[in-house]
C-alpha cells in the first residue's frame, strides 16, 4: 500500500494526523508519562488548562507526570477512548476528544484516600503542531470538577452539601421543617 509505505518514511499526507500527536495522546492517556512523551514533544512543550487540578501545570512534561500518577497510581487498569480525531493543516492543530475511565483504588500524593470510585469523563486536547511535526503547545478542555464528583474527590471550590440541600428543599417546597435542618439557627433572608 502506498500510504503504509509513505508512513515508513515519515511522510503523510497534508490534511492526515501527524504521527506525532497521535503517538502523544495515546502515550499521555495510558500513563506513559514524561519519558515516553518527551519522543513527541519539543523540548520545551507548554501545557494549559481551565481546571483546577491542572492549573498550576505549565508544561508538558509536568501534566505527562500528572497523567502518569493518575492512570497508574491512582487508578490502576483505567483506560480511555479515543472518540474523534481531526487536524487542521493550516493551524497546525490536532485536536482528540476522548473519555477517560477509571476506578480510585491507589494512594496518590496531593489526592484523597482510595475511594473505590468510578468515574468516566470526557475531555478535548487541542495540540499545536511545530513545523518540525512535534507538538508545541498543548491545551486540555475538561470539567475537572465533574470528574472529581465522581469518584468522591472535593474540589476546593465546591458547594458545600448543607447550602445544596438548603437550596433544593426550598425549591421543591419542603417548608422550614425540612430547610431548618440546613441553616443556622438564627439565619436570615434578604430580598
Known amino acids: 500500500h502506498s500510504a503504509w509505505a509513505a508512513a515508513q ?3 503523510t499526507p497534508p490534511n492526515s494526523m501527524p504521527a506525532d ?8 492517556e495510558s500513563g506513559k ?4 512523551c518527551r519522543h513527541y ?4 512543550a507548554s501545557f494549559d488548562a481551565q481546571a483546577e487540578p ?4 505549565k508544561t508538558m512534561h509536568g501534566y505527562a507526570e500528572w497523567m502518569k500518577g493518575i492512570a497508574v497510581v491512582a487508578m490502576p487498569g483505567s483506560s480511555y477512548e479515543l472518540n474523534a480525531h481531526s487536524f487542521d493543516p493550516e493551524t497546525r492543530t490536532a485536536t482528540f476528544f476522548g473519555t477517560f475511565r477509571g476506578t480510585h483504588t491507589g494512594h496518590l500524593d496531593g489526592f484523597p484516600a482510595p475511594t473505590h470510585k468510578s468515574m468516566e469523563t ?3 486536547y487541542n495540540m499545536h503542531v511545530a513545523p518540525c511535526g512535534k507538538v508545541d503547545r498543548i491545551t486540555k478542555v475538561w470539567h475537572s470538577a465533574w470528574a472529581a464528583a465522581q469518584v468522591g474527590w472535593t474540589p476546593p471550590n465546591s458547594m458545600p452539601a448543607d447550602a445544596a440541600h438548603l437550596f ?6 419542603k417548608g422550614w421543617e425540612e430547610c431548618r435542618h440546613y441553616c443556622t439557627h438564627n439565619a436570615s433572608f434578604d430580598a
Do not use: M, P, R
Open 9 to 11: 518514511v515519515g511522510w
Open 21 to 28: 500527536a497521535a503517538h502523544l495522546f495515546h502515550a499521555c
Open 33 to 36: 508519562g514524561w519519558e515516553e
Open 41 to 44: 514533544c519539543t523540548h520545551n
Open 54 to 57: 491542572l492549573k498550576d501545570i
Open 122 to 124: 470526557q475531555y478535548v
Open 168 to 173: 433544593h428543599a426550598c425549591e421543591s417546597g
